[in-house]
């Protein structure tokens, strides 16, 4: 017999619409931001706006973002704490451009050293940490393009833990994904917020060239820098009122430029998009006739279900479900039997499979007879 599978779209109210009317002309005198870009919402990972997000651009200090993560997630794995003290070696000689002035035979916290590569830049604290933590920095930045590949930084290659030997690589939507990573270790937040600090017993200042800590509402991070002084780059990220963004800005000409192109998008993000979670009315999921096996119908639900942005003037979303009429035993708990699609208009926002809430067995024969004799008896 033909199995049919039939299709219906559900549309309901998942949060009140809020309208916004736009000028016609409101960006006929709006900067254009004349770089690679992306706008990330960071809590479910969905890129809002980008431009020329995959292009692969040079790495520069950005590889320190990328040195903090894995030192952050060693020091969440009870590997060592920001009041471990760490011995200084031969991996800070000859090491150039924003230091602290390590030399071999220092120590210094693991607090201290966060400190110094967040908030100052600073190269010579990098090796230090990479050498500690994988006991070389050639091991070290194993783990580091390791641990991009699992983050799903497909189009970034790091050569070394600060950036500073060239070759290395990344694009705007990679350093997103990053910046989403490393947002849900609230201790780094102090890091990354701060304007202003010091070292050494007060004797090394350090300052954010991130000069937007000190003034932009909700910042929470995360680095700013250039690349031989020319192309500037810009990680921004804020949080407000439930939601967070990263704008990331790389090869910008301009470094005044990139702080204004960054708090553009931001307000792009937080003025016009909203957080929703779908879901689905009980009457949308009926259960599924089940052929052949010891209960006549399966219940089915949605593998997985994420909260999604969408623009604030949006009105309803609506679901699309695809279920067939029966299936054949036996089912087993958790197998695929449909889909469903969420979509804004015509624009599809999320897809999850859905699948059988229960194992349905294939009848036997003792099953059989047992059908038999409730029949006979009824």
């Not at 998008?265 to 879901?279: D, N, V």
């Not at 299936?327 to 999320?350: E, H």
Request: with cysteine.
């Amino acid at each position: 017999m033909k199995r049919f599978i039939f299709a219906f779209a559900a549309v309901f109210i998942l949060t009140a619409a809020v309208m916004y009317i736009f000028p016609a002309n409101c960006e006929e005198n709006e900067e254009t931001i004349d770089c690679p870009f992306v706008l990330m919402e960071t809590g479910t990972g969905i890129v809002i706006k980008e431009q020329r997000g995959n292009e692969r651009m040079p790495q520069g200090s950005l590889a320190k973002l990328m040195t903090v993560l894995i030192a952050a997630e060693e020091m969440e794995q009870g590997k060592f704490s920001v009041d471990t003290v760490i011995n200084i070696g031969d991996e800070v000689s000859g090491t150039s451009g924003a230091v602290v002035w390590l030399r071999p035979g220092d120590s210094m916290t693991a607090d201290e050293l966060l400190r110094s590569v967040i908030i100052g830049n600073a190269n010579d604290a990098a090796a230090v940490l990479a050498v500690y933590i994988g006991k070389s920095e050639k091991e070290f930045v194993r783990m580091m393009n390791a641990r991009a590949f699992e983050l799903g930084m497909r189009d970034t290659v790091y050569k070394d833990c600060s950036g500073m030997s060239g070759g290395g690589y990344t694009t705007a939507h990679d350093v997103s994904l990053l910046a989403c990573e490393l947002l849900k270790h609230e201790q780094l937040r102090k890091y990354f917020t701060s304007w202003t600090d010091t070292v050494r017993n007060g004797q090394t200042e350090l300052v954010n060239e991130n000069r937007l800590v000190r003034t932009y509402d909700g910042i929470t991070g995360l680095k700013a820098g250039s690349i031989g002084g020319r192309e500037y780059f810009l990680v921004l990220t804020a949080e407000r009122n439930g939601i967070s963004f990263a704008a990331v800005l790389l090869g910008c000409d301009d470094k005044d430029k990139r702080f204004s192109y960054g708090k553009k998008l931001l307000s792009e993000g937080f003025s016009s998009y909203k957080i929703t979670a779908p879901e689905f009315a009980a009457e949308f999921l009926r259960p599924v006739e089940v052929h052949g096996g010891i209960e006549s119908a399966v219940m089915i639900g949605a593998e997985s279900l994420k909260e999604l942005v969408v623009p604030k003037y949006s009105g309803e979303l609506s679901a699309s479900v695809l279920i067939p009429q029966y299936v054949d035993a036996p089912v087993k708990k958790g197998q695929r039997i449909g889909v469903a699609g969420f979509y804004n208009g015509d624009t599809l926002l999320f897809e999850t499979a859905l699948v059988a809430q229960q194992t349905v067995d294939k009848v036997d024969f003792v099953h059989g007879i047992g059908k038999s004799l409730d029949i006979l008896y009824k």
